[in-house]
């Protein structure tokens, strides 16, 4: 196959995508509990603790706020801090490398609240 044929594959997989996965429209900062909420085109709301994604532990409140969506909301790029990620990998629970998501898992203190204790907790 040739470059071209690769280039109109690649293209027509990328109009997929910004057709049908869900974007990002809106991200709104809960400061209390530095919370992140993220507003989707699809009607969603997706909460996540902002010290449970790699690279945002130590933020401020304008680090967490001052953000790029790019592909029309298909990623997320938190521009004072260089830290991007895609709204897919957020929606699957994916919040960071293979390691960090292992430390999570294993209720490892991230620097940050460890939401994985929390949710071990018996429910009466």
């Known amino acids: 196959m040739n470059r071209d044929k690769h280039f109109i594959i690649a293209e027509k997989f990328g109009n997929r995508d910004l057709a049908e996965l869900p974007k990002i429209k809106n991200l709104v ?5 530095r919370r992140m909420k993220f507003d ?32 029309e909301g ?15 990998s957020l929606l699957l629970g994916v919040f960071g490398t293979k390691q960090w998501m292992k430390r999570m898992q294993a209720g ?3 620097t940050g609240p460890n939401i994985i204790k929390k949710q071990n907790k018996k429910v009466a």
């Open 40 to 71: 989707l085109s699809n009607g969603v709301t997706l909460i996540v603790p902002a010290d449970s994604i790699q690279g945002l532990q130590k933020a401020s409140d304008v680090d967490l706020t001052n953000i790029e969506l790019w592909d």
């Open 74 to 88: 298909l990623m997320i790029y938190w521009k004072r801090l260089d830290v991007a990620f895609q709204t897919s």
């Open 108 to 110: 490892k203190n991230l």
């Open 29 to 33: 900062l809960e400061k209390r509990n």
